[in-house]
């Protein structure tokens, strides 16, 4: 099965991420990007992972999973080495509209985290529909030497512009040239 990429706005959206080691630190490192809502829950926490949580004033709580504890959350992460916990909770998941990501195990995913590349405004993904997590992750590694380092400034700059050209064929025109004349300068 194939993942459609999708790019979401999680500021209203409450994260239970359940895990407290390496690799949970390295999703929290990436959602702490994209919102704050988080709480962590997990028997054992690393002190990487802890200070992520001081950092942001996250919630955590250091104990077991238990069923009911992705009631409240709209997106559930579980980091865990305990592929029975993974199945529990995607299981647990199907009566509510909870999505629910299982690290390394797309058995039990509603959605995959790609490997991503994120400046400022702009954000690109790269996914194998979890393939090969190591082929996306190295593509990823190529791709980020190739983009300019002012990127933001242009985005930023095309943002204020869209906000006082009036809209039409005009406004579409002037982008397309801007964009172009970016493109060609900075990648040609």
């Known amino acids: 099965m194939s993942f459609i990429p999708l790019y979401m706005d999680m500021n209203k959206l409450k994260v239970l991420l359940v895990g407290g080691g390496t690799i949970a630190t390295d999703k929290l490192e990436k959602l702490i990007e994209f919102t704050q809502d988080i709480t962590v829950v997990a028997t ?34 579980v980091a865990t080495d305990t592929i029975n916990l993974h199945k529990e909770i995607y299981e647990e998941s199907r009566a509510s509209r909870v999505l629910v990501n299982s690290v390394d195990n797309t ?23 979890g393939s090969s997590p190591a082929f996306a992750k190295q593509i990823r590694r190529y791709f980020e030497n190739k983009i300019p380092k002012d990127i933001d400034i242009f985005l930023q700059q095309m943002r ?22 970016y493109i060609e300068k900075n990648f040609g």
């Open 160 to 181: 204020e512009l869209r906000q006082i050209l009036p809209k039409g064929k005009e406004r579409m025109k002037k982008f397309e040239l801007m964009a172009q004349e």
């Open 44 to 77: 054992d926490i690393t002190p990487q992972c802890l200070a992520i949580i001081d950092q942001y004033s996250l919630s955590s709580e250091e104990r077991a999973y238990k069923k009911g504890d992705i009631q409240g959350y709209d997106i559930v992460i």
């Open 107 to 129: 058995d039990y995913c509603d959605f995959i985290f790609p490997s991503y590349i994120k400046r400022g405004d702009l954000t690109i993904a790269f996914s194998t529909s």
